[in-house]
């Protein structure tokens, strides 16, 4: 009787270590396949939908758009985000430097974000030119499952920033990557320690187009204010 218990209780012990191993397993195929994409790019371009959700009033604005980014350096992208609905609206980053066009009022403002640039600089590269091996190193990384239901099978990964600095604009992300194919996200989530998130949505995603050399540029009117806020 005593014999037949323990190797129950062995068999329960060895079933609970399967599905970790299994995640484990799931964590080191995914970063590999980073670190391999990463050294690869160059470039992107998508359409993307975000939902900004306001956790105190329940809320969730929408936009949509697409997105341009390309690798300046290592450790350094530019993008732009060109918003088409609601409203319009265009959003550049470059140096640490966030410039927002609102063409309706035809003014540019100028957000200077060199203190928190080195934070900026990693969650902008998070799915784009980031490997698995520097993700490995400033986050801890788990597997919440292999979602189907929306698109192409996708593995959910959850990462918690480790650097006490960086957690305090950001509480955790999680990633949506293809099971198969080129291992960028369909989907990011950015959590803040406040509970609001932005989720990101990408389709019709090209890696590494050849871009246009003004395609990262604001392209302005005549006439444009410029403003600096909190300056």
């Known amino acids: 009787m005593q014999t037949r218990l323990r190797g129950f209780v ?47 009033l329940n809320e969730d604005d929408k936009e949509s758009g697409t997105v341009t980014m390309k690798k300046v350096q290592p450790g350094e992208v530019q993008g732009l985000v060109d918003f088409t609905a609601p409203d319009r609206k265009t959003i550049t980053y470059e140096k640490r430097r966030v410039q927002v066009y609102l063409p309706k009022i035809k003014t540019v403002q100028v957000y200077d974000l060199a203190k928190q640039g080195e934070q900026l600089d990693q969650f902008l590269r998070i799915g784009f030119g980031t490997s698995g091996s520097e993700l ?31 957690r305090q604009y ?43 050399t003004d395609a990262l540029q604001l392209k302005l009117p005549p006439g444009v204010k410029i403003e600096y806020p909190g300056k």
């Open 170 to 212: 950001v509480q955790k992300l999680e990633l949506w990557i293809p099971v198969q194919g080129d291992p960028y996200p369909l989907r990011e989530k950015i959590i803040e320690p406040s509970r609001d998130y932005r989720l990101v949505v990408y389709s019709d995603l090209k890696i590494n187009p050849p871009l246009q």
């Open 10 to 56: 062995v068999c329960l012990f060895l079933a609970a270590l399967v599905p970790m191993a299994a995640a484990d397993n799931d964590v080191q195929q995914v970063l590999a396949r980073m670190d391999k994409a990463a050294s690869e790019f160059k470039s992107m371009t998508a359409q993307v939908a975000y939902v900004t959700h306001t956790d105190v």
């Open 136 to 166: 490995a190193k400033d986050y801890d990384v788990s597997v919440l499952g292999t979602e189907t239901t929306k698109g192409p099978a996708a593995i959910h990964l959850q990462l918690t920033p480790r650097d006490s600095s960086a």
